[in-house]
């Protein structure tokens, strides 16, 4: 069953005196079904970051539609999205996001704080998450005070606490260091494993080999699209680039 459903997204942008239109997207559609873990890619420009802003309900299409659990997006009110967004969907970004000011665990609250979540049934919804994630030793500390693959641990964690419909990660790996990168990786197969559905934009090609499928966009179209199969991480990883080298020379549909 699909949880996220695109169907001919089309963005474009005008500038402010209308002088120039740039269109970001032209026909872009997919599925996502439940449980599935999908990665997107692309070149800069390719119109990878406005797609997922779409998903996000941060930007409306210019055409199309997003069904995200059977409920088109166009059809939440401004007043409603906020709640939407916490109630549906779970962020996890390059930066981290997190505030200095809040210990890690008060990150990790922040979204069922603002849903007026009360502080015994938020503290039982993070222990099953920090243990599984390996933070617990961690919570009162401050983002300052931890690591980068840390920051981004507890940023998953943010994400997980409100059960969303779909994780959409955008560049998780970008600020980490191999180590860390391999780590959050392994972290993300096991929660798809488990059922999470996960939807991440990526420039890293081993980020992307992890996934179960992957997207490409090129010049705001769905290029083409490669499925893991019975692939190992190191053959996906060259069925990847293979497809990456067409696209960059030109090549037709791999």
């Known amino acids: 069953m699909a949880v996220l459903e695109v169907n001919g997204l089309k963005k474009i942008y005008t500038t402010r005196f209308g002088g120039n239109r740039v269109q970001a997207l032209t026909n872009v559609s997919f599925a996502v079904e439940r449980g599935e873990y999908v990665a997107i890619m692309g070149e800069s420009g390719s119109g990878k970051t406005t797609l997922l802003n779409i998903?996000?309900?941060l930007d409306r299409p210019?055409?199309?539609e997003v069904w995200l659990n059977g409920r088109a997006l166009s059809s939440v009110s401004e007043k409603e999205i906020a709640a939407f967004r916490r109630q549906n969907l779970g962020f996890?970004?390059?930066d981290f996001n997190l505030l200095?000011?809040?210990?890690?665990q008060d990150n990790i609250f922040l979204p069922l704080v603002l849903a007026g979540r009360h502080y015994p049934e938020m503290n039982q919804c993070l222990r099953p998450i920090a243990e599984?994630?390996?933070?617990?030793?961690?919570?009162?500390?401050?983002?300052y005070e931890i690591s980068g693959g840390q920051k981004q641990r507890a940023a998953v964690a943010r994400a997980l606490i409100t059960a969303p419909q779909i994780i959409l990660a955008d560049e998780p790996t970008g600020a980490l260091d191999s180590r860390a990168s391999d780590s959050l990786l392994s972290l993300f197969g096991e929660i798809n494993r488990?059922?999470?559905t996960i939807l991440m934009v990526t420039h890293s090609t081993k980020a992307a080999s992890h996934a179960g499928r992957v997207l490409f966009i090129k010049d705001g179209v769905v290029f083409h699209q490669?499925?893991?199969?019975?692939?190992?991480?190191e053959e996906f990883f060259r069925r990847i680039s293979d497809t990456l080298t067409a696209m960059a020379t030109g090549g037709a549909n791999a």
């Open 100 to 104: 200095d000011t809040f210990s890690v």
């Open 132 to 143: 599984k994630l390996g933070i617990t030793d961690i919570l009162q500390k401050y983002p």
């Open 226 to 233: 490669l499925y893991r199969g019975g692939a190992t991480n």
């Open 92 to 94: 996890v970004f390059q």
């Open 62 to 64: 210019t055409e199309g």
């Open 194 to 196: 488990e059922g999470q």
């Open 55 to 57: 998903l996000a309900a």
